[in-house]
């Protein structure tokens, strides 16, 4: 029987045809991308390419399980003349390689295989590729279409292609009813009444516009995309419901406005303060100042309240008497500023009779000993004149006093709040206010933050007196995000006592429910920076309304300027009854 056929590597006479022939096998051998190895039956390399000489080491002779040491499977399959297909993935140097081996058929038998390694790496790599950008896709609509926010792209021929599902609920459409449509006519046709999209294609530039849908105020802003050369290529329209901002806006101004009453009657039970929504103090430093003011009523020493005027010390010193021992005594309180000087002594201190021209027969018992067993507050204690400041000072020291034209001293259990907007330091220095007075006091010294320093307490404070006041006139009113922005913005010179004047002025004047920025006194309504000034008021304003701002923006300059009310009075032409009055009514302390 004869021995069946072998294979012969190029150039084997038994098998040749001529020298040409093989030359040109060998330079296709050569010229493919890939890594080709012909085997003989006894598993050695024949002939290798430059792609296997270079990617597998592989040369003629060699053993091919050191080359490929993994196919050796599929060339034992191949061998036998089992069909093999594809084997599994060579990596080498970085590079992979799909395997494919083949038998080799002569005369019937099989006389060797050939193995034909395919270089995937770039093929790979683009795969890759693809998937991240199909990743990248599925991930770019799941942000598209889950963001609450309206949008819609358009070509730059105003064509839509895209319509999220925010924008099919905002707009009250179906995406398939608009994609493929140009938008100029969708406007033709009365779905829209306006589109960003077209304006941004006619300018070219960034565009907002409202639009109203069916009961809803719709926010478009309009972005133009160009490609590198300049050219436009898609318009994106991104739409928001303020509508629905609003009704969150005014959620969260209720939910606030719940947890700020948590807060202030925690506050209250701390302080056992029986009067509800007497003090809003949502700001640490107000509650500390609260805090404090507890603490020092346990005891009878003398408190000197300190702050600007209208930040509530009568209040803390309200606050003081009910939390002491004294409560159930009076507590009496004196604006020292607006006693006439020539009265002061005899209002303090009482008087016999005929101490002086027009005083009562029978004489008259003075604050202090209407005060006898309780609590004395001295408000604007800086006002008071250096004569008066001198028996004040002698009733500090012993309790006693003696009425104006008397000779017989009163003792006196009387405890002392005293309070004053002024620097008592800077008078001491300047000689209008007693040293041993000031350090006398100064026993204590509580000091009140101004609104602007507390200004978690503005909004609080806001809608507490804007209710108090509406409740009152039987209305509604409450204040618009604009009108709330310039009121947090404000400075309040004035403090709490002007924030509640304003607010019953507006609770009063405004006719619609909503208080807008444009209702708000004309130096409130002011942007920040801008000052009104006279024949510049706001737009509406009554004849009435523009004298009460003149006279409040005058008493407060001259009361920066001069400091007491009898020089504010000569330096303003009226009496100091007028100013006291005045002042009251505009709530400046």
């Known amino acids: 029987m004869p021995a069946p056929a072998q294979l012969q590597p190029p150039g084997n006479a038994a098998h040749s045809s001529g020298p040409d022939r093989d030359a040109v096998a060998e330079a296709l051998l050569e010229a493919t991308g890939s890594a080709v190895l012909g085997l003989s039956h006894d598993r050695l390399v024949l002939f290798a390419n430059a792609a296997a000489r270079d990617g597998f080491r592989a040369s003629p002779g060699a053993a091919f399980g050191e080359v490929a040491p993994e196919l050796a499977d599929e060339v034992t399959r191949a061998l036998a003349g089992e069909p093999v297909g594809a084997g599994p993935v060579l990596r080498r140097g970085g590079q992979t390689f799909l395997p494919r081996i083949t038998p080799i058929r002569a005369g019937g038998a099989v006389v060797g295989a050939l193995c034909t390694l395919v270089d995937t790496t770039a093929a790979e790599a683009a795969a890759r590729q693809m998937r991240s950008y199909a990743e990248l896709t599925r991930e770019q609509d799941a942000i598209i279409n889950s963001t609450s926010e309206g949008l819609w792209i358009c070509d730059a021929g105003a064509t839509v292609l895209r319509v999220n599902p925010a924008s099919e609920r905002l707009n009250q459409i179906r995406a398939q009813e608009v994609v493929g449509r140009n938008m100029r006519d969708l406007v033709a046709e009365g779905i829209f009444d306006r589109s960003a999209t077209l304006e941004v294609i006619r300018t070219r530039q960034p565009v907002n516009m409202l639009q109203s849908r069916r009961g809803r105020t719709l926010l478009l802003s309009g972005v133009p995309v160009l490609d590198e050369a300049g050219e436009l290529i898609r318009v994106v329209v991104n739409e928001k419901d303020l509508t629905e901002i609003d009704a969150l806006h005014r959620q969260l101004e209720e939910q606030a406005a719940i947890k700020d009453r948590f807060r202030h009657q925690m506050l209250e039970m701390q302080l056992e303060e029986s009067e509800s929504q007497r003090f809003i103090a949502r700001s640490p430093c107000m509650q500390r100042a609260l805090r404090q003011a507890i603490k020092v009523a346990a005891v009878d020493s003398t408190v000197l309240l300190l702050g600007e005027s209208g930040v509530g010390k009568g209040l803390v010193a309200e606050l003081i008497h009910k939390s002491s021992s004294r409560a159930r005594s009076p507590l009496i309180k004196i604006n020292c ?71 017989q001293g009163r003792q006196l259990d009387v405890r002392i709040l005293a309070a004053t907007h002024r620097d008592l330091r800077a008078m001491v220095d300047l000689g209008a206010f007693r040293l041993d007075l000031y350090y006398r006091l100064n026993v204590i010294p509580l000091h009140i933050p101004p609104l602007r320093q507390r200004t978690d307490c503005i909004l609080p404070a806001l809608r507490h007196y804007i209710g108090r006041y ?120």
């Open 470 to 589: 509406s409740e009152r006139l039987g209305v509604h009113r409450r204040f618009s995000r604009a009108a709330s922005e310039a009121l947090l913005a404000y400075s309040w010179p004035g403090n709490m006592r002007e924030l509640m004047n304003v607010c019953e002025r507006l609770a009063v004047m405004t006719e619609t429910e909503v208080i807008e920025r444009d209702d708000l006194p004309a130096d409130i309504a002011a942007r920040p920076g801008q000052v009104p000034e006279p024949g510049a008021w706001r737009e509406g304003i009554t004849l009435a309304q523009a004298v009460e701002e003149t006279e409040r923006a005058l008493l407060l300059r001259a009361r920066k300027q001069q400091g007491s009310q009898t020089r504010m009075a000569e330096t303003l032409g009226v009496d100091q009854s007028t100013v006291a009055r005045k002042m009251k009514r505009y709530g400046i302390e």
């Open 337 to 407: 500023g607006a006693i006439p000087e020539s009265l002061v002594e005899a209002e303090l201190f009482g008087y016999e009779k005929g101490a002086f021209t027009g005083a009562q027969t029978t004489g008259k018992a003075g604050y202090f000993e209407v005060a006898d067993g309780g609590i004395l507050f001295l408000d604007e204690v800086a006002e008071l004149p250096l004569s008066s400041q001198v028996k004040l000072l002698r009733f500090l020291e012993d309790g006693r006093v003696t009425r104006v034209g008397g000779t």
